[in-house]
């Protein structure tokens, strides 16, 4: 079974910085160890539904975000720890939600939330003004 571990949230002032981390761990249906093609960060803020942040292709390192972060935010792997960090610099306080990370078994990045397999219970980040 797969599984997605995020860590990182806190509350935070605006314009802070905050790493986001998630772990995927388990095995495929195969049996073999899950390997994710793409990786990806939504967030859901009180009251809204749940939008795409970043994301992430494993082979070819492609990289897509959301337009409110670019520049802001960097989606990356970290080969050491096994994780995809989501570093967020310059917060503010619409940036404040449950992050969620999501895994995907096949194909590229995308903004799609469908397209993905497994996801993480979420980790909320709260910015004040």
Known sequence: QVQLVESGGGQVQAGDSLTLSCTASGRAASGRAFSPYAMAWFRQAPMKEREFVAAFTWSGGRRL?????????????????????????????????????????????????????????????TVSS
């Open 65 to 125: 975000y959301e337009d409110s972060v670019k520049g802001r935010f960097t989606i990356d792997r970290d080969n050491a720890k096994s994780t995809v960090d989501l570093q967020m610099n310059s917060l503010k306080p619409e940036d404040t939600a449950v992050y969620y990370c999501a895994a995907r078994r096949l194909g590229q990045a995308t903004m799609n939330p469908r397209a993905y397999d497994y996801w993480g219970q979420g980790t909320l980040v």
